[in-house]
C-alpha cells in the first residue's frame, strides 16, 4: 500500500509555470513507476506523463516540451513541471503509482496503475 498526496496546484496565467509534486507513503517509493494524469470538467481523464523505476519518461504529445516529468527518491516524491502553460491545461491532476517487473516499463492507461492521490487543480487563465 502507498498513499500519494498531490500538491503545488493553483490559479496561473497562460505562458505561466507551475510546479506539481506528489509525496509518496507508505513502501518502498523506488519501487514505484509514476504517473500523471489529469481530468478536465466535462472530460474523461487522460494520461500527461509517466517515469519508470529506472527514470524513462513518456510524455502526452500534447504537452512534450512543456512539461516534466522528475523524481526524487530521496524524498519519495514525483514532480510535474510544467511550462508554457495553456488555458487547455486546465484540470484536476492527479498522480499514480504501480509496481511493473520491468524497470523500463511506464504506465499510460489509468487502468495499469494501482494507487492515485486525491488531486490538485490547476486553473491557466487567458
Known amino acids: 500500500q502507498v498513499q500519494l498526496v498531490e500538491s503545488g496546484g493553483g490559479l496561473v496565467q497562460a505562458g505561466g509555470s507551475l510546479r506539481l509534486s506528489c509525496a509518496a507513503s507508505g513502501r518502498t517509493f523506488s519501487n514505484y513507476a509514476m504517473g500523471w494524469f489529469r481530468q478536465a470538467p466535462g472530460k474523461e481523464r487522460e494520461f500527461v506523463a509517466a517515469?519508470?523505476?529506472?527514470?524513462?519518461?513518456t510524455y502526452v504529445d500534447s504537452v512534450k516540451g512543456r512539461f516534466t516529468i522528475s523524481r526524487d527518491n530521496a524524498k519519495n516524491t514525483v514532480y510535474l513541471q510544467m511550462n508554457s502553460l495553456k488555458p487547455e491545461d486546465t484540470a484536476v491532476y492527479y498522480c499514480?503509482?504501480?509496481?511493473?517487473?520491468?524497470?523500463?516499463?511506464?504506465?499510460?492507461?489509468?487502468?495499469?496503475?494501482?494507487?492515485w492521490g486525491n488531486g490538485t487543480l490547476v486553473t491557466v487563465s487567458s
Open positions: 517515469i519508470s523505476r529506472s527514470g524513462h519518461r
Open positions: 499514480a503509482a504501480v509496481v511493473f517487473t520491468e524497470g523500463l516499463r511506464v504506465g499510460v492507461r489509468s487502468g495499469e496503475y494501482d494507487y
